[in-house]
């Protein structure tokens, strides 16, 4: 479970690092106000260090507005000039993101997950099968021992 966890780690950390050296400082207060129809919560979702990094990329892992975060970054990369990164890169290093801490780590963790309850359930029902022999057997001692009482009370002649 730890290097299923470790492997989803390393995915952010690695698309952390992309995302500062691509997206870092270029969110701004005075480059926030000029973009439109990106809500003002939003200026938490940066690359500016490695903690912002994480919180920007949990909330696209978590598909939680993905494309107003997108949006946000791709007209944030056209006001500070940077014309040699294409809406089309912006886009892809999301849509990459996501495709391997969503589709890849994050569905292996849930497999694991639900692999080791089903295997919980199964040893769950082993064991009611195994306390349920002991029980008939038990019932079958009792059953004998209280026949054999019977019998010793009435003798038949």
């Known amino acids: ?6 492997a989803l780690t ?13 997206f870092g400082g ?3 207060k005075d480059s926030f106000n ?6 003002s919560i939003y200026m938490a979702n940066n690359f500016n260090d490695l903690l912002s990094s994480f919180v920007t990329l949990f909330s696209i892992m978590v598909v939680n507005n993905w494309f107003v975060t997108v949006n946000m970054f791709v007209q944030a990369c056209e006001l500070d000039g940077q014309g040699y990164y294409s809406d ?15 589709i890849i ?21 082993t064991a ?10 038990v019932e079958k001692v009792l059953k004998s ?3 054999e009482k019977e019998q010793e009370r009435n003798p038949t002649p």
Request: charged residues 20%; proline residues 1%.
């Open 105 to 125: 780590s994050l569905n292996l963790v849930i497999a694991f997950i639900l692999e080791g309850y089903d295997d919980i359930l199964e040893i769950d029902a």
């Open 1 to 6: 479970m730890f290097s299923l966890m470790g």
């Open 34 to 39: 000029q973009m439109s129809g990106v809500p």
């Open 88 to 102: 089309l890169d912006t886009k892809t290093y999301f849509i990459l993101f996501w495709y391997f801490s969503v």
């Open 10 to 22: 390393i995915v952010y950390y690695f698309f952390a690092l992309w995302g500062m050296y691509r």
């Open 128 to 137: 009611e099968n195994e306390r349920n022999v002991v029980k008939n057997k």
């Open 145 to 147: 021992f209280l026949d």
């Open 26 to 28: 270029i969110l701004q």
